[in-house]
């Protein structure tokens, strides 16, 4: 099992940015996809992004294409979400979480992931 833990949430007006971290412990970082996944009052949970477990494939939900950008650095065991041209509809609990299998990537189905952080919030104001 991986810990998670996430952190860089906030507020912030809309236009603004804000960097989320979420830092792994326990098993083998490097060899796990990893997500950013989001959830809003009385919505479901979304995807947001993700990274295979190289570092060499990101994917992104098309609501925040071009505005958001995933990265990770296995040395220390850190994904980063660095989120642009925030919007009021980016508020949302946001979660990191990581790939129940081993070398895998592509997936945006949080049912794929078995490890979550606690969350962390962020709010755009308008």
């Known amino acids: 099992q991986v810990r998670l833990v996430e952190s860089g949430g906030g507020l912030v007006q809309a236009g603004g940015s804000l960097r989320l971290s979420c830092v792994a412990s326990g098993r083998t970082f490097s060899r796990y996809g990893m997500g950013w996944f989001r959830q809003a009052p009385g919505k479901e949970r979304e995807f947001v992004a993700g990274i295979s477990w190289s570092g060499g494939s990101t994917y992104y939900a098309d609501s925040v294409k071009g505005r958001f950008t995933i990265s990770r650095d296995n040395v220390k065991r850190t994904v980063y979400l660095q989120m642009n041209s925030l919007k009021p509809e980016d508020t949302a609990v946001y979660y990191c979480?990581?790939?129940?299998?081993?070398?895998?990537?592509?997936?945006?189905?949080?049912?794929?992931?078995?490890?979550w952080g606690p969350g962390t919030q962020v709010t755009v104001s308008s």
């Open positions: 979480a990581a790939a129940s299998s081993t070398y895998s990537s592509g997936s945006k189905d949080p049912a794929d992931f078995g490890s």
